[in-house]
């Protein structure tokens, strides 16, 4: 069967398997910043924007989100063009091995959206689905905080 | 602060914005076309010789390319263990083998076009066991009659194998029960340390493929790309000229990417093939059969003079390295050899230690090597003896640690799977940890007896640690470095950045040498055809032993550099010469000549040559890190939660010389720690089946399980290290589980002798308290 995305604001139509997982497609097809691979939705580091809520795309049917608008991490920014969350990441030593960075960014991206002016406790709940082994979270969250107050600066 | 322009500063680490914009930097991020997947069919008993295999009903299956078993690859006895040559583990491993020997054991592969395909396929290959019977407990195993685990012809490395004693450690100074006999207060605990996993979130990976040239090439997730190769090359039975490793970036090592067990399976398939092959673990894979922290029992038993010097310290050591040896010597080893000197005004010393083969998961190497388990022991016997001293915690351990000047036997005595090497304290600074930690955490306000009617109890607890920098006289790291026409440097090294920063590090370390600023560092790591050899990631090896080498080399390269200098200035005092900016200039007439113009000369016009140099670094010591940490934690009696408050880590690791990176290994270390102590276990069925694979049923902490963590580095200067640096990576991991432990002390006066602490055992102990 045939989905269609717009990804990153490009439309997009992929051949898919009915049962397919939104991970393995999006991958398969080039996609690979997103990561992860424990296809629970327990790790989170494969999260995207579907429809502007992050989500775990290891445990979304790749049928089920039919016409839905995917942001990935290069959606947020690229490497010539990076959001201030990922400025701010570098920044802070956010970043160790980085593979679980992308699924972060993106929940964190999602929560000041909505809440551009978030406590730390909504901060570190927007991010408890994003394992990271490396960082021990401290240097994430003070990230996300230099992110809001340059998001702040920048309005 | 220091002096220094790039030194002790908080670049960014270099590959941090790629990693943060999701470029294809990790092993599986790239494809090659006509990849045959691999999956492999695992043992669901715990001991049982393969009687026979049969694979003809799986090979019919369309788009199935190969399938192996032991009957049709190498039977070459080796280890997984990713160490230097010749390596301290056991050869008691085949690629595949006739027996397996834990639940998850590797059985056959498949290769095919799909990994649906390869999944559908192990359905269908017929295995007839005999099942042997099983021994899951480190104590029974060692007795006789006891299942004998490895009984095959051929293997060596082993202490005793009808015995399943994978080593035997004894080392001893001083008359250790004299010292117990003279001493006026002893106190001896045991405790017991569980299975757990490093859980990186990167699974382990490879990608190999043929290239142009019909040379293998093996993408990996390795923390050791040099041994990779030469042990590929090893099982295989091919040149170690004939293979190429390549490591891209890394999503985290923590030791368990030190092994060898994905590697010289998919590059078999290769090999057979000419195809591209791929071979990614799963999540469940990762947890049962990649490897675990060794788990341990451990007893310390401490005698002391009434005024608080030690006299005596003994400890026992039972580690259990599951079905296979890989690291069980070294590991164990490191369990007395990093702890012991620390407390080295005892002059009767004694570390004993056995490590036993079961039918259970395989151990390797996991951050903090054994450290971790002797600290979560000794650092609570030491609380245990200053209370029946009546003395503070932090005044006991001010009187007893190792200071600079001092040495301990235990150096010398106990290497890593041979001798040690003496070698005197240069640098350290554990007053001021123990100052400057008790005042952050408010220790002399808190430490008074909390309110025993309150449902919720505060406590407070301490521990102090030491590490290594690197094994001495047996790790080496070599790197090349060159000028380019624009004034920048590449630098080309073995040494291999996990997510540590490791590569901004050197990139600092060679700015600061050379005068200019890290951008125009290009750094290029662990590629067994480009760059010189490393041992790769592990004993805290990283910025002293691989930074240690660019140092050396960027030294050399300054001195070709003031060598053409000479001409040009006319002028034959180098000493005059400073590296500035992207300049030479001398200070005694002013003169000025930038790189650039220095690397245009040499490549094109005179005194022609290409400005470079290799050079390598092997240590006569290895300079332990000292850390000391605090923790205050509250306690629900009512519920048995213990809920960590505030952390706080006074760590010296010499000179940083990127302080943000090196807080970053010091809060995930801690964190990682916490998880260690309070949530992460194996758990196992009567069978020897891991029931909790997974991150729902195994918890690692999340953003929501963190205390407020405060870390301070207290700066010494290393004589050994680059610019003064020492390691940083490990010791923090060690100091989570003994801290808390001291701490439920101190709220609620119990201890816990089975880790981890969890709600359950709390109320149990509460309840056998009868509080």
């Known amino acids: 069967m045939k989905v269609h995305y717009k990804i990153n604001g490009e439309e997009k139509e992929f051949d898919i398997q009915p049962g397919e997982l939104l991970l393995d497609v999006l991958r398969r097809n080039n996609y690979t910043e997103i990561k992860g691979n424990c296809y629970l939705g327990t790790c989170g580091a494969c999260a995207v924007l579907i429809n502007e809520v992050a989500k775990a795309t290891c445990t979304t049917l790749a049928a089920q989100v039919n016409n839905a608008e995917i942001i990935t991490i290069k959606g947020i920014g690229t490497i010539s063009e990076p959001h201030l969350l990922q400025k701010a990441f570098v920044e802070k030593g956010a970043v160790q091995c980085g593979f679980c960075t992308p699924g972060t960014i993106i929940s964190a991206y999602a929560l000041l959206k909505n809440n551009p002016d978030p406590t730390e406790e909504e901060i570190k709940r927007s991010i408890d689905g994003n394992l990271c082994r490396c960082t021990g979270y401290v240097q994430q969250i003070e990230a996300i905080k230099f992110a809001i107050k340059l998001l702040k600066g920048g309005k | ?771």
């Open chain 2, 1 to 771: 602060m220091n002096g220094f322009e790039y030194i002790g500063k908080n670049i960014g680490k270099i590959d941090a914005m790629a990693l943060a914009t999701g470029q294809p930097l990790f092993t599986d991020d790239i494809s090659f076309p006509n990849t045959l997947h691999i999956k492999i069919l695992y043992s669901p008993h715990a001991h049982a010789i393969i009687e026979d295999i049969d694979t003809s009903e799986a090979e019919k299956i369309p788009r199935v390319k190969l399938i192996l078993t032991y009957k049709n690859t190498p039977q070459v006895l080796h280890t997984t263990a990713g160490q230097g040559w010749p390596e301290p583990s056991p050869y008691d491993t085949c690629m595949f083998n006739k027996k397996v020997r834990y639940v998850g054991d590797r059985v056959a592969a498949v290769a095919a076009e799909t990994e649906e395909i390869a999944y559908e396929a192990l359905k269908h290959i017929k295995v007839n066991y005999k099942k042997l019977p099983a021994v899951f407990d480190p104590e029974e195993a060692m007795k006789e009659g006891a299942p004998v685990i490895h009984d095959e012809e051929g293997i060596s490395g082993v202490y005793n194998p009808k015995r399943n004693i994978v080593s035997h450690i004894e080392v001893k100074a001083g008359d250790i029960e004299k010292g117990f006999e003279e001493s006026d207060v002893v106190v001896e605990d045991t405790f017991e340390m569980q299975y757990a996993q490093h859980c990186p979130i990167e699974p382990h990976a490879t990608i190999t493929y043929l290239d142009e040239y019909g040379r293998l090439v093996i993408r990996t997730s390795t923390q050791v790309p040099f041994h990779v190769r030469r042990i590929v090359a090893q099982v295989l039975e091919i040149p170690v000229q004939n293979i190429r490793v390549i490591k891209p970036r890394i999503g985290g090592g923590f030791g368990v990417k030190q092994e060898i067990i994905l590697e010289e399976i998919s590059a078999f398939v290769t090999l057979k093939t000419s195809r591209p092959a791929r071979l990614v673990y799963t999540r469940e894979e990762e947890f049962v059969s990649s490897r675990t922290r060794h788990p341990m029992k451990v007893t310390v038993k401490i005698g002391a003079k009434k005024n608080g010097i030690f006299n005596a310290i003994k400890m026992y050591a039972l580690s259990n390295n599951g079905a296979y040896g890989t690291h069980g010597l070294t590991v164990t080893s490191n369990t007395g050899s990093k702890t012991l000197p620390l407390y080295n005004k005892a002059p009767n010393i004694e570390f004993i230690a056995d490590v036993a083969y079961t039918n259970l998961p395989v151990a390797g190497a996991y951050r903090g090597y054994g450290a971790t388990q002797g600290y979560a022991a000794l650092e609570q016997v030491v609380d245990e003896i200053a209370e029946k001293l009546g003395m503070g915690p932090a005044e006991i351990r001010k009187i007893n640690h190792i200071k600079v000047g001092e040495t301990s036997p235990i150096f010398k005595a106990l290497g890593e799977g041979r001798e040690g090497v003496t070698q005197y304290i240069q640098s350290e600074a554990t007053d001021k940890l123990l100052e400057l930690g008790t005042k952050e955490i408010g220790w002399y306000e808190k430490i008074r007896k909390p309110a025993k009617e309150a449902t919720k109890v505060r406590g407070i607890g301490m521990a102090l640690l030491m590490q290594g920098s690197g094994i001495p006289l047996i790790d080496m790291g070599a790197a090349t470095i060159k000028l380019n026409e624009d004034g920048s440097f590449n630098v080309l090294y073995g040494g291999t950045d996990i997510g540590t920063g490791l590569d901004t590090v050197v990139a600092q370390i060679v700015s600061e040498t050379l005068g200019v600023k890290p951008e125009q560092i290009i750094v290029y790591a662990a590629d067994t055809d480009v760059t010189p050899f490393d041992k790769g990631a592990y004993a805290s090896s990283g910025t002293f032993i691989s930074g240690g080498a660019v140092y050396n080399a960027a030294l050399k390269v300054r001195e070709q550099i003031l060598e053409v200098t000479k001409e040009i200035f006319g002028e034959f005092n180098t000493k005059d010469f400073i590296l500035k900016d992207g300049f030479v200039i001398s200070e005694k007439s002013g003169k000025k000549v930038s790189l650039s113009e220095i690397a245009y000369q040499t490549l094109y016009l005179k005194k022609q040559q290409q400005i470079m140099a290799t050079s390598s670094f092997v240590s006569d010591s290895s300079p332990p890190p000292f850390a000391a940490h605090f923790i205050e934690i509250e306690v629900d009696k009512e519920t048995g939660i213990i809920t960590p408050i505030k952390y706080v880590a006074a760590v010296d690791c010499g000179v940083a010389i990127n302080p943000e990176l090196a807080k970053g290994q010091i809060i995930g270390s801690i964190v990682n720690g916490i998880g260690y102590a309070l949530t992460e276990e194996y758990k196992f069925s009567q069978t020897g089946k891991l029931i909790n694979s997974n991150f729902m049923e195994y918890r690692i902490p999340s953003s929501r399980d963190i205390p407020d963590i405060k870390t301070i580095l207290v700066e010494t200067y290393e004589p050994k290290g680059p610019y003064g640096a020492k390691s940083v990576a490990e010791i923090n991991i060690n100091g989570p589980i003994p801290a808390i432990g001291n701490a439920l002390y101190n709220a609620l006066g119990i201890r816990i002798h089975k880790l981890p602490y969890t709600p359950e055992k709390v109320l149990e102990a509460l309840k056998n308290k009868g509080a």
